[in-house]
């Protein structure tokens, strides 16, 4: 199992518990397992949809900014890194 980097978390918004990510390296699909780590951040989930201005995208490409529905608190400053099995 091999972890290719994705991005960053710049912003967090906790009530509807969604993570705003940079897309810096790999491209993001629905389906893909992305791992969120940072200093207290240690997580994986499964991406269950992309969203870019509150509207729905089938993928997110290096340069984008996107926000993902997460289970657990993502701070700003954390990697996002995406799971290749």
Request: aromatic content about 8%; cysteine-free.
């Amino acid at each position: 199992m091999e972890k290719v980097k994705v991005g960053q978390v710049f912003h967090f918004f906790p009530k509807p518990m969604v993570a705003a990510i940079h897309v810096t390296d790999a491209v993001v699909k629905p389906g893909d397992t992305l791992l969120f780590q940072g200093p207290s951040t240690n997580f994986d989930q499964v991406v269950d949809s992309l969203e870019i201005d509150k509207a729905k995208v089938p993928e997110a490409k290096p340069g984008q900014s996107v926000g993902i529905k997460v289970r657990d608190r993502a701070r700003p400053g954390d990697l996002v890194y995406k799971i290749v099995k």
